[in-house]
């Protein structure tokens, strides 16, 4: 037993020894894991990493047919601001007057008129703001064009315009000093420039009443190609030491009219602005015939089906021109305010149209008798009434006599240039009268009949001043 139990333990150690000493060493972790092939590591990279997407092609259509969307809506609130105000948007001056009007000025009136009495404004047709639309508590004009958006888009469209002489002339103004210090206290001199145009251009971005002034100039300077780190803690640095002085009222008017005058209105501005006016009308126009009450009712059936039952031949707006053949540079404008004369039911003089036509268009017109007025066609040149000039004399007697039918919603929605609208179509014959009221406020009630009637019976139409309103609102030809 003794020799056995020697035997094992024998054989035990040298287990033991050829385990611990006879194994091959143990390569250490570091060196296998830099142990590899660049070039194998590098095609390995290459077909792991995913590929780039390019945007589909209907998908960058998409974003920009949002942002023409976007664009033309706030075009769309822009010329609604200025209906309300009763301001020409296509008026070379139509974003000043906007800017100064919702400016942080309180005496808005006479900002407005050392605007108006600028030597800039001199060759320009007046203005005329109506300020009612101010005292008018159960509407706020505020909320008509109130996003920041879209004041960055209106005010794009102005740019500087100043020579060397007048800009050298500018730099030492206490305004363009203070403001150059500011911009150098912000620290955005060295990234975006301190120009009298890039000062100029901030200031204006800055005017907007409630709209934080900071919060302005950091998305103009976003839009640069340089942008500077933490703009906009150096935006509020800017601002802060800007409006950190006290300044009387007077001198706050006199700044916005050293620096707003000075701005030009770019010229596709009036190009877009005719495009969406135009698209409205045509808008405006198709959404005429759509049935809006779905209940079933005799006189819906009968619009539908006289609208559709095919016709040999109607007298309308296009056979009256082709019998009166005029030349083709005569304008749509013109041939409709033509047939508009004709189809009243009083007779207009002629020295109240004769400067805008010839002797022999007015004779070729008398010997063409209308037997069916165009409904269509009265409407569209009522509608191009986009301003009043204040030149009607009776509009203040019709607006009081003939709104009563109105809710007190409608009244406040009016503005001064669709209650011309009314007062023109309340003239009219009586086959299209109660087509071309509907046109313009889809409100027709006995109320409204009998006031109307009793109005149109005691008054007379003063075509002449309207006459000269629709040559002035010209929606398709230039300024």
Known sequence: MPVVKVLRKCCIWSFMYKAVYTKTPKRSAMSDTFDMDPDKLKQLSIKSSTPVRKPAPWQAANEVQIRQELHRRTMLKFSLLCRKLNIDPLHEKSIHVVLLLFSKIKNKKALLDGFTTHPCCASLPPLHVDWDVFAKTDVDINDVFCAMSDWMLILSYLV???????????QKESLFMHLKQSWKVGGLEVHHGSTPQQLMTAFVYMAPHNLSATKMLERLLLGDTESSRDLEFRCLKMTSHFMDVSVDENQSILNMLLIVPCMMTKPNFFNDMRYVLAREENMTEATQHVVKNKRLQMRNAV???ARMTPQEYVESFETWLGQQKFNVTMSRHLQLLLYFIQVQPTSIPKQSYSMHFTEQMM?????????????AAVITLIKSLRLYHHNVSDLVDFRASCLNGFNQQIKTQLSLAQVLQLYVAAFQHPSIMQACWKAIVPVWSHTTAASVQKFVSSHTFDHAPVIDSVVKCQVHECL
Not at 160 to 170: R, V
Not at 364 to 375: C, E, H, P, W
């Open 303 to 305: 619009k539908d089906i």
């Open 160 to 170: 500087p315009c100043i020579e060397d002489d007048l800009a050298d002339a500018l």
């Open 363 to 375: 004779e070729r017109v008398k010997d063409v008798r209308v037997q069916n007025i165009d409904a």
